[in-house]
């Protein structure tokens, strides 16, 4: 998905594509459970954050090249990666308390012990500022796990496509997302609005009995929603940056609200699916 969208929009396809399998590979198992757990444990030596864990596993734990530090001992380099493909992987580009607007988030980048390699890839960036890449990276991850949460939970039972018609449930549902997925000042009607433009879609999938026929209709609607929201982010960005390349920081990346309404094509979904 994020290779698609990248190559879609004039970025490096492997950079991207790079970004996309690397960025999570210090989060530990059980979500951020796992993550507060493993913070728990290591807050007499500095916490744990999956963000900051990925950059080191990149550029220190895992072992591909060696040099000789100054006191002439052997260290990993980790993968030896490039610069651009270290900073598209990088999510929250600043330390533990130097988030932009709000110093007392938990998500930072880069542990004290890594800045050197940290002021090594940000060399010359603009402060805080993700890389266009790695904004990509970004909105294709939240789009994936979004919905393939989707699907897993039609498929265990934990979702009922009904309910999503159905009052109080509607309004739960709203309640959730205000302030932990959207603004804390959205309008519940506007979600509103964007739930009944999905649901009017053909593809979408309002019941699922785990027949074949079901089975085939949720990958159908996973593909559709997947394209939906990358192919809105693609037109909104083209419309803000015009054609040509957008790479590094010559860009940002749009996504527009609400995004269910910006897809107006039948192509089919960047995953391929």
Not at 146 to 173: C, K, M, Q, T, W
Request: aromatic share 8%; hydrophobic share 35%.
């Amino acid at each position: 998905m994020g290779r698609e969208l990248g190559a879609a929009l004039g970025c490096d396809p492997d950079l991207v594509e790079a970004a996309c399998l690397s960025h999570d590979m210090g989060h530990p198992p059980f979500g951020h459970n796992g993550e507060q757990a493993l913070n728990d444990v290591a807050k007499d030596c500095g916490g744990f954050e999956g963000n900051a864990q990925s950059l080191r596993l990149l550029t220190r734990i895992e072992p591909k090249r060696f040099v000789q530090d100054q006191e002439g001992e052997l260290v990993s380099v980790g993968l030896n990666l490039t610069r651009a493909a270290l900073d598209a992987a990088t999510k929250y580009p600043w330390p533990r308390g130097g988030h932009p607007e709000d110093p007392g988030s938990s998500k930072f980048g880069v542990y004290e012990d890594d800045l050197p390699v940290f002021d090594w890839v940000r060399q010359g960036a603009p402060a805080h500022r993700k890389c266009f890449e790695a904004q990509v990276m970004d909105w294709s991850d939240d789009v994936a796990y979004s919905v393939h949460d989707f699907e897993d939970g039609l498929h265990a039972g934990h979702i009922d496509p009904n309910l999503l018609y159905a009052e109080p449930e509607r309004a739960d549902v709203f309640a959730v997302a205000i302030g932990r997925y959207v603004p804390e000042d959205t309008d519940p009607q506007e979600l509103a609005e964007a739930l009944d433009r999905l649901v009017d879609q053909d593809w979408w999938p309002h019941g699922y009995d785990g027949s074949a026929v079901a089975q085939a209709r949720l990958k159908d609607a996973t593909s559709q929603l997947i394209g939906r929201f990358c192919l809105a982010a693609e037109n909104a960005t083209r419309l803000a940056h015009g054609p040509g390349r957008l790479t590094r920081y010559g860009a940002e990346l749009v996504v527009p609200a609400p995004p269910a309404t910006s897809a107006r094509s039948s192509r089919p979904s960047p995953t391929g699916t």
